[in-house]
């Protein structure tokens, strides 16, 4: 699962998901968690005087920034998403991609446009991951590695969490977020989406703003896992984990044949 900065800034939000989580794995779910943090790096670099700057929706990471980054996403928040798990009754281990060489960082530069220490996954190893599963643990990744440069990378969580899923083999990848799903001009729940309806509801305007980023990694994630089920789905509630693999719950993204089929 991948849920981003905003479910998880909140205490009462926070422990709601993780016995939502505890609730996965009573049910026989295995459970690996990805994390953005954009809010909360933006509060911290806010604090310490460091202007936001951002293309096509992605961070500009100086080395100022790479700091907090890493001192947000490998501290701050995931040490609070590990407590909040444990308090819930669930074994809880968090990481970043430094930790057992689960995986590097390679320079992402969209459009060639420089962003500075913005990374993308690279060479993931699913070793401590499977290790710390096998162990009853529910590993806690916080999406930041080292590059080429030994500079730990901010790497977009949504766009991380595909590579990722495809390395642990994983069976689903849910996007957990603030809205039921994908609606549709009429504010209804979209249930499946191929890469083609897609493509044409973002030119017809009914995908913009900030669901363009979320439907885009969903595509990624499909491109990397054709045969996993991927959805966005909604993030609130004690039973929201168990909900999103509910056909009625969020939005599925599948190949041609399956949407059509």
Known sequence: MKVGGAQLEEAPRLAAFARAVARARSAGHQVVLV???GNQIRSLS???GIQDRYHQGLRVTDAATAEVVLMVLGGQVNRTVVQALQAAGVPAVGITGADGATFAAVKHAPDGVDLGYVGAVH???PGLVRHLLAGGFVPVIATTAPGPDGVFHNINADMGAGPLARAFAAEALLFLTDVPGVLD???RR???LSPTTCARLRQSGVIHGGMIPKVEAALAALAENP???IKIAPAEGEDTVLHALDPAVGTRFCNEKMAHG
Do not use: W
């Open 35 to 37: 994390h953005g943090g």
């Open 46 to 48: 806010r604090r310490l």
């Open 123 to 125: 060479a993931p190893d």
């Open 185 to 187: 001009h009429e504010r």
């Open 190 to 192: 979209l249930e499946v």
């Open 227 to 229: 045969a996993a089920l």
